[in-house]
C-alpha cells in the first residue's frame, strides 16, 4: 500500500477551523502557538473566533492554513506510524509539505509565508485584480476565452485543479470578460470568488522577484518523503531547485490535476488529504475515479482514515 498526503491551500480556512481536534489534541493549540509567537498575534484565537475579513485577508490566511496543516500532520503522526510515500501541497500547501518533509523548520516557514502573504496583497491594488472559477469547459476552451478576453489587459488560467474545473486571474476588467465568454461557450458555471488578488498568473511576477530575496536567506534541506512541485509536476531535492520552484510558484499556474496523476504514476494508492475542508480530497475523485482519496480535520475523519489505512494493510 503506497500513501500521499497532500495539504490544502488558501481557500480552505474558515473561522473556527479544527476546533473539535483541537479540543480532543493538544498538538493543535501548541502548534498555533509556535506560530503566534513568531507573528507576534494570537494566530489561534483568529483561526477560532475571527473576524472572518481579518482570516481571510491573504497576509494572515496564508500561516494560518500552514499552522493548521502542520498541526493535523503533527496530530496524525502521534496517531500512527503509517507514513507516507511522497507529499504535496496546493500552492500554499507546498510549504506546509516541505515543513512536514523536514525540508524547512516551521518558524521559518512561517514567518516566509506571512512575507509571501503580504508581497502578493501589495502586488495588485485592491479591486484590480480579480478570480474566478470555470466550469464544465476544458483547459483549451479556457485558455481560448482568456485570449479573446484580453483586450490589452492579463487574463489567465492559473489553476489547473480537475478536468473541467479550471481557476483564472488577472486584471478585473479582462476576467468579467472572460467569464462572459466562457458563458457563451457553454461553461456550466463561471463565476467571480471572493478574493482580490490575482495568485498565480503574470501579475504576481513582482512579488516574486521580491520574495527571491526572503528566499535566498532560508535554510533547506532534501524532503524526506519527496514533495511533488506544483509548478513543473516534478521532485526537487536539491535547494536551489525547491527555491526556484517556489518563486515560480507565484506567478506561474497550479498544475494540481498533473500532479495527482503523477502520484498515482508513481504508485499511490491512498491519497489523504491533511488540513481544514475536502477541497482536495474531492478534486483528487474527479481526477482518477479509482483512487481511494480520505481527508482529516477532526477526530472522526481521522479514526476513519486509521481504520480505512489499518484494514489495507
Same mark, same amino acid.
Given at each position: ?14 473561522? !473556527? ?45 496564508? =500561516? ?25 501541497? /496546493?500552492?500554499?500547501? %507546498? ?11 516551521? %518558524? ?29 469547459? +476544458? +483547459?483549451?476552451?479556457?485558455?481560448? $476565452?482568456? /485570449? ?13 485543479? $480537475? ?34 488578488? =490575482? ?5 504576481? #511576477?513582482?512579488?516574486? %522577484? ?5 528566499? +535566498?536567506?532560508? #535554510? ?20 536551489? +531547485? ?12 497550479? #498544475? ?11 504508485? $499511490? ?5 491533511? !488540513? ?11 481526477? /482518477? ?9 477532526? =477526530? ?11 484494514? #489495507?494493510?
Amino acid at each position: 500500500m503506497k500513501m500521499v498526503i497532500a495539504f490544502p491551500g488558501q481557500g480552505s480556512q474558515r473561522v !473556527g477551523m479544527l476546533g473539535e481536534l483541537a479540543a480532543a489534541h493538544r498538538q493543535v493549540e501548541e502548534t498555533f502557538a509556535e506560530a503566534s509567537q513568531v507573528l507576534g498575534y494570537d494566530l489561534w484565537q483568529l483561526a477560532r473566533a475571527g473576524p472572518e475579513s481579518e482570516l481571510n485577508s491573504t497576509q494572515r490566511t496564508q =500561516p494560518a492554513m500552514l499552522a493548521a496543516g502542520v498541526a493535523v500532520w503533527r496530530v496524525w503522526c502521534a496517531s500512527t506510524e503509517i507514513a507516507p510515500k511522497a507529499m504535496a501541497g /496546493h500552492s500554499l500547501g %507546498e510549504y506546509t509539505a516541505l515543513v512536514c518533509a523536514g525540508a524547512l523548520s516551521f %518558524e521559518t516557514a512561517v514567518s516566509l509565508v506571512a512575507e509571501r502573504g503580504r508581497l502578493m496583497q501589495e502586488a495588485v491594488p485592491a479591486g484590480q485584480g480579480a478570480i474566478a472559477a470555470v466550469l464544465g469547459l +476544458d +483547459d483549451q476552451q479556457v485558455a481560448e $476565452a482568456c /485570449h479573446s478576453a484580453g483586450q490589452g489587459e492579463h487574463v489567465s488560467a492559473v489553476n489547473f485543479n $480537475a478536468p473541467g474545473q479550471v481557476v483564472i486571474a488577472g486584471q478585473a476588467g479582462a476576467v468579467t470578460r472572460a467569464i462572459e465568454l466562457a458563458r457563451l461557450a457553454g461553461a456550466k458555471r463561471a463565476i467571480r470568488l471572493p478574493l482580490s488578488v =490575482p495568485v498565480h498568473c503574470e501579475l504576481m #511576477r513582482g512579488a516574486a %522577484e521580491q520574495f527571491a530575496t526572503p528566499l +535566498d536567506q532560508i #535554510r533547506l534541506s532534501r524532503p524526506e518523503p519527496p514533495v511533488l512541485h506544483n509548478v513543473d509536476v516534478e521532485f526537487h531535492d536539491r535547494p536551489d +531547485d525547491i527555491r526556484t520552484a517556489l518563486r515560480e510558484q507565484i506567478y506561474r499556474p497550479v #498544475r494540481w490535476t498533473e500532479t495527482v496523476q503523477r502520484l498515482i504514476s508513481e504508485g $499511490a494508492e491512498i491519497f489523504l488529504e491533511l !488540513g481544514p475542508g475536502k477541497v482536495l480530497t474531492g478534486l483528487a475523485r474527479r481526477i /482518477h475515479r479509482g483512487v481511494s482519496a480520505l481527508s482529516v480535520d477532526d =477526530p472522526a475523519s481521522l479514526e476513519a482514515a486509521l481504520s480505512h489505512l489499518k484494514e #489495507r494493510t
